[in-house]
């Protein structure tokens, strides 16, 4: 299927309806007095893009608008999994004392126009388009990032992600343009073909790839482009925070795994994966991957603001993620899918447990949950202990399966992976150090004379027992989800 | 055959675990009660596996499985044999004693009872599970509750204690998952069934492994995993080096968990190998035995005995001594006789019963004294003479005097080391001296002498408390006095097991 501009328009049910939502939440803002009406549209207006997403698993996959974006089951995965974060974040804004001080109607209308962002960065099938979509992502982060009026970290924050973003993306585009001028193409199945053919110089083609790998690992926040993300998790409003470090990150996966996989690798007869050119791409994965856990686990073990920490261990994680990229076998995307799924839970989860603290104290410090079991939040507690311990990686929580399938797919290709493994688990022992510091501070410390008891809005406890659920739930019987993220692995090639 | 019954061991505990959640938590009586009634079925039930065990086949009994995932063939798979029913047994016996030792806590009663209830299900899962997958669950779900159970209820360095303990474990527990996926991939078809693998371990690789860099050692598949799986299970046995963590662990905990922790969760480790490197790797276990278990045994039992003898305080020198005691299943296992392993399996269940006793009566007398100090004792046996003869009993099993348990199974040990490595029997029967020395020296300070002045009116062991040691003192005056109701159960299966390792022991 390779379509024109106005056939395309059929397959795009999802983005039509949340530039839609978009433009009414604009137009509203001028009337609506209650601005926690303008939430719930822009929940609503997510849902029916959600629905509409499922509508299109029956459909033909193929290109859309002359091959710019790609309709598969890839990128309709993506689609549900910003959609998902983007319901859960207005949720927890609901409920956010921080979000209340803000222009609410611009808030939402950001935030929604960064899923949109996700949608293309994930089924992007022309550089053009990537880089675009990339910048839309990025510059709706800026502002929200700095949303918080007369607060000073957040305006830094915003600042300081606005200058590593504009880096970044400018060292991307320029790699993308040594390709344009090695291959003659912007368009992915092109720049394949003009791969094949061979005849480029392989360094110059390395270079290439490290620029873009710059943009995108940017996004992915991995070492060492991470640099931001303590500043910007801790600056900006904690609903967005969550919202950053969980669709932000997959889409920079997405793009990630779009370009170099059925970008520039092609698929043998096995149905696995084989380099086109001969640059040794995931070999620098490799080492980015075991680099970046270390340093987001060993940077984590200090931290006293919780959304740092928080920030810290999300580099942690994506250095576990880049692990399914750098082997190269379906096996390894599978499990970064469902790694993606079950981290919008628990740490969407987690960054809720903040908020919530955050309404109460006013600050993410650690000292501010002492003794948080004992001050009549015991259910809270209980979650965050839940998120936590499944952030670590411990039966039986959903984390723990994702470790594990990314750990089964890292050993079925045994050799020097093996050294990436021990790495790995290694690295999972270290962070539960952090982890559970916080679940000491919780637990085991008494609450000193001065904390008071705690007082919890309701709104905040549906989002969070239905996360703390399905936390257990899926870290006990995860058929379905493997399922859904293997058959999510169908990319449209031609 | 299926059977239920080891499935309703492990989930009414669970279930308990959730009722006494949703009880009001200010209801102390009616927590505790319910928490007591819900160890009986699993009680009873031991004795009815007890009684209904076919001690005559080597094969698993009460099977039960079910498909779970089956995308990567995991199952829910439990089953018992010679190896697995005596920590069953023992397992269902201390908690449902534990329960009633923990009728003093008086902090957070719920969340105590409900974490208790948690880590006896993990306890029964770990031994009953034939399911890879489903056994390294069992084994970290123990983690989180044993967490808790130290860190809010321990002593005042808990917090340090809970969380060296945490991490040691999960150290040993996360190479012990790299081991389990690398043997996953290694069986055909892939499956993390127990039985399957041993079926296949002749398949699993003893090749010399081409980047190993000690090529001298000939080290191939097997052993790297064998290793792996060593260190997590030493951890938990503890094993010289890995043993720094139980002192504080069990200084730290509050009684019950003490009991729980030396009493079942030590055992875990010695399990893990008779159950996992035994009948999986045989080359490798054959190569490893004499030095990882049989001379790191002697060392345990030598180097805890003499760290017990130097200790003041006295649930320090209890928790050393577990270390020098869990030597001698090390050592036992190392020989690959029928004396030395069936001595073996005795003694992580004789330990089991002891050690429990002898950390009770520790908690006894802290519970009045508020202290533990050897020394700020002195003619105890005057003032609290029940007390005095209880933990007597218990010091003498634990030092293997003739006629009590430990004495069969270290004699039994000794006899069966003796035949392949007398070196290692001779440093073992030195352990033997050893722990008299500081049991009887531990003795005389504490009970013996003129009598403390501030403890003249120290009263004595309660109704409570003599429940919850004699029917422990029973096992094992029982045990010393007829081991066959033990041994019997074991020697099956254990001779299989010795069986599968003996072909490829070197000359």
Redesign the interface.
């Known amino acids: 299927m390779d379509l024109k501009n106005l056939e395309s328009l059929n397959f795009f049910g999802p983005e039509l309806i949340l530039t839609g939502t978009i433009l009414l939440l604009i137009v509203l803002d001028l009337f609506v007095q209650n601005k926690r009406n303008l939430a719930v549209l822009a929940i609503v207006g997510c849902v029916a893009s959600l629905l509409s997403t499922f509508d299109l698993y029956s459909a033909q996959q193929g290109w859309l608008f002359y091959r710019m974006v790609v309709l598969d089951n890839f990128s309709l995965f993506f689609k549900v999994v910003a959609l998902l974060a983007a319901i859960c974040t207005i949720w927890m804004s609901l409920g956010s004392h921080e979000i209340r001080r803000v222009y609410q109607g611009e808030y939402y209308t950001l935030l929604l126009t960064s899923a949109l962002g996700v949608f293309f960065m994930a089924s992007a099938s022309n550089l053009l388009i990537a880089y675009l979509s990339l910048e839309l992502v990025s510059l709706t982060s800026y502002v929200l990032t700095g949303f918080l009026p007369r607060n000073r970290r957040s305006s830094e924050a915003a600042l300081k992600y606005l200058i590593y973003g504009g880096v970044a993306s400018g060292t991307m585009i320029y790699g993308m343009s040594w390709i344009f001028g090695m291959t003659g193409s912007l368009e992915y199945a092109a720049i394949q073909q003009a791969l094949a053919q061979g005849e480029m110089n392989n360094v110059a083609l390395f270079m290439a790839f490290m620029f873009i790998f710059a943009g995108f690992g940017y996004k992915i926040v991995f070492v060492p482009f991470h640099m931001w993300s303590p500043d910007v998790y801790q600056g900006a409003p904690t609903p967005f925070s969550a919202f950053l470090s969980v669709a932000s990150n997959a889409a920079g996966l997405a793009i990630l795994i779009r370009f170099f996989f059925p970008g520039i690798s092609r698929v043998t007869p096995g149905g696995e994966w084989a380099l086109v050119s001969g640059v040794e791409w995931p070999q620098v994965l490799l080492y980015a991957s075991m680099i970046t856990m270390t340093v987001g686990n060993l940077c984590a073990l200090n931290q006293r603001n919780l959304k740092r920490m928080l920030a810290y261990s999300g580099i942690a994680h994506a250095g576990y993620m880049l692990m399914g990229l750098a082997i190269l076998t379906n096996d390894g995307l599978s499990a970064i899918l469902f790694y993606i799924v079950v981290y919008l839970i628990m740490n969407v989860g987690a960054f809720l447990v903040v908020a919530m603290v955050a309404n109460f104290t006013g600050s993410e410090d650690i000292d501010g949950y002492r003794g948080l079991a004992w001050r009549g939040a015991v259910v809270p507690a209980v979650c965050f202990t839940i998120f936590l311990f499944s952030l670590t990686g411990l039966p039986p929580f959903a984390g723990f399966i994702g470790k594990f399938l990314l750990f089964a797919a890292v050993l079925k290709e045994g050799g020097e992976f093996i050294v990436l493994a021990l790495v790995a688990v290694a690295n999972s022992v270290v962070s539960l150090y952090y982890y559970a510091k916080v679940v000491k501070v919780m637990f085991l410390d008494a609450p000193e004379p001065g904390d008071k008891e705690f007082v919890i809005a309701c709104s905040h406890f549906t989002l969070l027992i239905p996360l703390a659920v399905l936390t257990v739930a899926l870290g006990i019987y995860f058929s379905p989800l493997v399922l859904y993220t293997t058959q999510s692995l169908r990319f449209f090639v031609k | 055959m299926e059977h239920n019954v080891l499935t309703y061991m492990i989930f009414i505990p669970l279930a308990g675990a959730v009722v006494v959640l949703l009880l009001p938590s200010q209801s102390y009586h009616l927590i505790r009660w319910v928490s007591a009634a819900v160890t009986v079925p699993p009680l009873l039930m031991a004795s009815w596996l007890y009684a209904n065990f076919d001690t005559t086949t080597v094969g698993f009994q009460f099977v039960q499985k079910a498909a779970?995932?089956?995308?990567?063939n995991i199952q829910y798979f439990v089953g018992v044999d010679g190896v697995s029913i005596s920590m069953v047994l023992l397992t269902a016996l201390l908690s449902f004693l534990c329960i009633f030792a923990s009728f003093g806590i008086d902090k957070?009663v719920k969340g105590y009872f409900a974490l208790f209830l948690l880590l006896d299900a993990g306890m029964m899962g770990v031994f009953c599970a034939l399911d890879f997958f489903l056994f390294?669950?069992f084994w970290?779900?123990m983690?989180?509750p044993m967490?808790?159970l130290i860190?809010?209820w321990g002593g005042p360095r808990?917090?340090y204690a809970?969380?060296k303990f945490?991490?040691y474990t999960?150290?040993g527990s996360?190479?012990m998952?790299?081991a389990i996926?690398?043997l996953?991939?290694n069986t055909n078809p892939h499956t993390f069934d127990m039985t399957v693998m041993m079926a296949q371990a002749k398949n699993y690789s003893t090749q010399s492994l081409p980047f190993w860099p000690f090529n001298e050692l000939r080290w191939g598949f097997q052993h790297v995993v064998w290793m792996a799986m060593f260190i997590g299970f030493a951890i938990k046995i503890p094993a010289f080096p890995f043993h720094t963590w139980l002192p504080d662990a069990h200084v730290e905990a509050p009684t019950a968990i003490s009991v729980i922790l030396a009493g079942v969760l030590l055992k875990m480790g010695t399990y893990g190998i008779l159950r996992i490197n035994y009948p999986m790797l045989p080359v490798a276990t054959a190569d490893m035995a004499y030095w990882l278990l049989g001379a790191l045994g002697a060392w345990n039992i030598i180097y805890g005995a003499l760290c017990a003898m130097a200790q003041t305080d006295l649930k320090k020198l209890v928790a050393y001594s577990s270390v020098s005691h869990m030597g001698y299943v090390m050592l036992g296992m190392a020989s690959f006789t029928t004396q030395g392993i069936n001595g073996a399996v005795l003694q992580m269940f004789n330990h089991g019963t002891i050690t429990a006793m002898l950390f009770l009566l520790v908690g006894v007398i802290y519970d009045r004294a508020h202290h533990r100090n050897i020394e700020g004792f002195g003619g105890l046996a005057a003032v609290m003479p029940v007390y005095t003869g209880i933990t007597a009993l218990a010091f003498f099993a634990s030092m293997g005097l003739p006629g009590l348990s430990g004495f069969i199974s270290e004699v039994l040990v000794l006899l069966g080391v003796w035949q392949k490595y007398p070196g290692l029997a001779i440093l073992g029967a030195t352990g033997v001296i050893l722990t008299a020395g500081y049991l009887l020296w531990t003795v005389q300070r504490v009970y013996l002498g003129p009598t403390n002045e501030k403890y003249k009116t120290i009263p004595e062991i309660d109704g409570r408390e003599i429940f919850t040691l004699v029917p422990l003192g029973a096992i094992v005056i029982l045990v010393g006095v007829y081991p066959s109701v033990v041994l019997d159960l074991l020697r099956t299966s254990l001779d299989n097991l010795n069986q599968i390792i003996i072909p490829h022991l070197p000359s």
Do not use: N
């Open positions: 779970w995932i089956p995308a990567y957070a390294y669950i970290e779900v983690l989180l967490y808790f860190g809010i808990r917090e809970a969380i945490f991490l999960l150290f996360v190479l998952l790299l996926l690398a996953y991939f």
